[in-house]
């Protein structure tokens, strides 16, 4: 059974920066497309990213620009790398996980889950 933990998540300012960890375990990655979703207070999750097995990547265009997800399988591990942080980037970010090689930012898409990191953007 695959197992995701993410860390990384804490109190940063508007403009900011912040990389987000998913470590992996359980089962090796290389067949998963993993994402990255964030749900803020009172709203749904929503997806933020998502790379491919075959390294295909996906933004929602609130992030494009601003994220940069990347894998390693070596490690089993993803990251979200977060830059120009906005206020609205405020939430609880998981990571996710779904065998198969397309990508996707539906959460219905993905059967594997973390608990979630907590990112606050505020001065």
């Known amino acids: 059974q695959l197992q995701l933990v993410e860390s990384g998540g804490t109190l940063v300012q508007p403009g900011g920066s912040l990389r987000l960890s998913c470590a992996a375990s359980g089962l090796a990655l290389n067949d998963y497309t993993l994402g990255w979703f964030r749900q803020a207070p009172g709203k749904e999750r929503e997806g933020v990213s998502c790379?491919?097995?075959?390294?295909?990547?996906k933004y929602a265009d609130s992030v494009k620009g601003r994220f940069t997800i990347s894998r390693d399988d070596a490690t089993n591990t993803v990251y979200l790398q977060m830059n120009s942080l906005k206020p609205e980037d405020t939430a609880v970010y998981y990571c996710?996980?779904?065998?198969?090689?397309?990508?996707?930012?539906?959460?219905?898409?993905?059967?594997?889950w973390g608990q979630g990191t907590q990112v606050t953007v505020s001065s």
């Open positions: 996710a996980a779904r065998r198969d090689w397309r990508t996707s930012l539906r959460n219905e898409d993905f059967t594997s």
């Open positions: 790379v491919s097995s075959v390294s295909v990547i």
